[in-house]
């Protein structure tokens, strides 16, 4: 019932920008975590950034300062500002959902592919 679709991903050069979108469909708890793990071949996931319903955010120590996760309560929006890509930020993003709540649901998007090129 709960769908999660990304969006913004491409391709872009070394040191460029590039924001990703979340969009969330269907009822949900208001007590939740959201935000974007990523993945690239022959590499283990990695969590990039989180925020929870009320704000809080964390972010992973090879993206702190580069990267700004938000999120549009009004909308059921996400968003991952990236700015001063690297390449090795280069893999699928995956957006997900948390519910803090009840059964504590998780929720993924399909992921979308960012590459920097160099």
């Known amino acids: 019932q709960v769908q999660l679709v990304e969006s913004g991903g491409g391709l872009v050069q070394a040191g460029g920008s590039l924001r990703l979108s979340c969009l969330v469909s269907?009822?949900?708890?208001?007590?939740?975590?959201m935000g974007w793990y990523r993945q690239a071949p022959g590499k283990q996931r990695e969590l990039v950034a989180s925020?929870?319903?009320?704000?809080?955010?964390n972010y992973a120590d090879s993206v702190q300062g580069r990267f700004t996760i938000s999120r549009d309560n009004a909308n059921n929006t996400v968003y991952l500002q990236m700015h001063s890509l690297k390449p090795e930020d280069t893999a699928v993003y995956f957006c997900?959902?948390?519910?803090?709540?009840?059964?504590?649901?998780?929720?993924w998007g399909q992921g979308t592919q960012v590459t920097v090129s160099s």
């Open positions: 997900y959902l948390r519910v803090r709540y009840g059964l504590r649901e998780h929720y």
């Open positions: 925020i929870t319903s009320g704000g809080s955010t």
């Open positions: 269907g009822s949900i708890f208001s007590d939740n975590a």
